[in-house]
């Protein structure tokens, strides 16, 4: 790793370097936080989590392979190479920043309420038809899983694309300062995370840190059809790009044809380039992403041949609209998590299938004092889209299905039931499916509603 070694480590953390006989020159190949992963001449961050701490772990980890440890103390009989310092998972953020000041690679930024994942694959896959790309793979987008992703960037990558989320003030700010992106992207500005940012004008703000730590010319590309992102003239001094729906924009899209839970197909228009393109994936929020694929890639010198071939080519991630075809049914897993937005448009998404559409709904969390009445507001979208049966889970569900019941349409029927735990559900949910059933499976992440989709495609 470019100018990794063990003395630029402990000055980039102002660590105390202790060798214990190791050459302060040698250089790192790699850094984790998993003494599972460690592997020759790897650096381990000795982290203390809830239920573990990872100095338990650090003579193992030279065991395996380490090179250096980066700990709070150094326990009795360690023998490698340690960097002492206060606090290891500050460490970590100024070593990931060191380590990204010393590299010449583009780096796209992704935040948003809603669609960070799926946008993050709609551009990495454009993207990788010219350029070697890393990605955000899984969650790893908060102040650990950031700063672990840049330092996974190696000599060969060309490109990283890099997921941010945050819940509060100032989270932003710290994780842009480690990823430097050239380009930013912001999908949307929704209800979520209200308990820390109090409402929309709070997330506008927290999820627009990220402008302060562009890179000089930097670019962003924002969601022209977001009311808060709509209203951002300049950032930094430049004019962003907008995306969207309409032709004042600067890419957008038009003759959509929707192929239900198909996909769909449009032509997008960015400039002089006019792209057909073919989204393998069900919704128009994926539209979206690939509009915004077309605007990063444009703005990263693709050809609109192979902007094309990288929407074509994209696939979902497990747990974000991914669809699962089983002998009985059609199942949409969208359980990573959940806000009044995304469950929304999942809701949409829903409403594309053909055969009876069945959606199990789970509490959201982090909403903050409005939270009932946001879990009622789901249910009154959930009759209004006219789902046939709806299934909801969790104490603060009751709210979703109250909404449907008092807001369904009296002429039509709509089966409508409630859960008061996921255990419960799992034990009845399958007398309530039918074959051939479209099932939207969606909730926060800790209602663990894997184990819905798992039950449910067995």
Not at 381 to 405: H, N
Not at 420 to 434: F, H, I, N
Request: with cysteine; net charge negative; charged share 25%.
């Amino acid at each position: 790793m470019k100018n990794m070694t063990l003395e630029n480590v402990a000055k980039a953390c102002g660590g105390e370097l202790v060798l214990n006989g190791a050459d302060a020159s040698a250089e790192i190949a790699g850094a984790v936080i998993d003494s599972r992963l460690v592997k020759e001449n790897y650096l381990f961050f000795a982290t203390k989590g809830e239920r573990v701490d990872g100095h338990n772990y650090i003579a193992k980890a030279f065991e395996s392979g380490a090179i250096l440890a980066v700990c709070e103390h150094i326990p009795e009989g360690v023998k490698g190479a340690c960097i002492v310092v206060e606090d290891t998972f500050v460490a970590l953020k100024q070593i990931a920043r060191f380590y990204r000041e010393s590299l010449d690679i583009k780096v796209v930024g992704i935040t948003g309420s809603v669609g960070k994942t799926s946008t993050k694959e709609f551009i990495a896959s454009v993207l990788a038809q010219k350029y070697n790309v890393l990605k955000t793979e899984g969650n790893f987008n908060n102040e650990v899983g950031l700063p672990l992703t840049v330092l996974k960037i190696r000599d060969e990558h060309e490109v990283a694309v890099l997921e941010m989320g945050i819940s509060d003030f100032g989270e932003m700010t710290r994780l842009s300062e480690i990823a430097q992106p050239d380009v930013c992207v912001i999908t949307n500005i929704g209800q979520c995370h209200l308990e820390q940012l109090g409402d929309r004008d709070g997330v506008l703000k927290a999820k627009t840190e990220v402008f302060a730590n562009l890179k000089e010319g930097g670019i962003a590309c924002l969601f022209a059809e977001d009311d808060k992102l709509a209203g951002i003239k300049e950032v930094n001094g430049k004019k962003p790009i907008f995306y969207g729906m309409k032709d004042a924009d600067e890419v957008y899209a038009s003759d959509v044809k929707n192929k239900g839970l198909l996909g769909s197909e449009c032509v997008i228009r960015a400039g002089e380039m006019k792209i057909d393109a073919q989204i393998p994936l069900p919704g128009k929020h994926m539209v979206y992403n690939a509009l915004a694929a077309t605007a990063v890639g444009k703005t990263m010198e693709l050809t609109a041949e192979e902007i094309e071939r990288g929407i074509r080519s994209v696939e979902a991630v497990s747990g974000r609209s991914h669809i699962i075809k089983t002998s009985e049914y059609t199942i949409i897993d969208d359980c990573y998590n959940a806000n009044p937005v995304s469950m929304k448009a999942a809701i949409d998404l829903l409403g594309e299938a053909i055969t009876r559409k069945v959606a199990i709904l789970g509490d959201m969390f982090e909403l903050g004092e409005n939270e009932k009445a946001l879990h009622y507001g789901v249910g009154e979208y959930a009759a209004a889209k006219q789902a046939d049966v709806l299934i909801c889970v969790g104490s603060l569900s009751e709210e979703t299905y109250r909404g449907a019941a008092e807001c369904a349409d009296k002429n039509r029927a709509m089966e409508l039931y409630h859960f008061a735990t996921l255990e419960e559900c799992k034990k009845g949910v399958s007398a309530l499916l039918k074959q051939g059933d479209a099932i939207l499976i969606k909730a926060s992440h800790g209602m663990h509603f894997t184990e819905l989709v798992e039950l449910i495609r067995q």
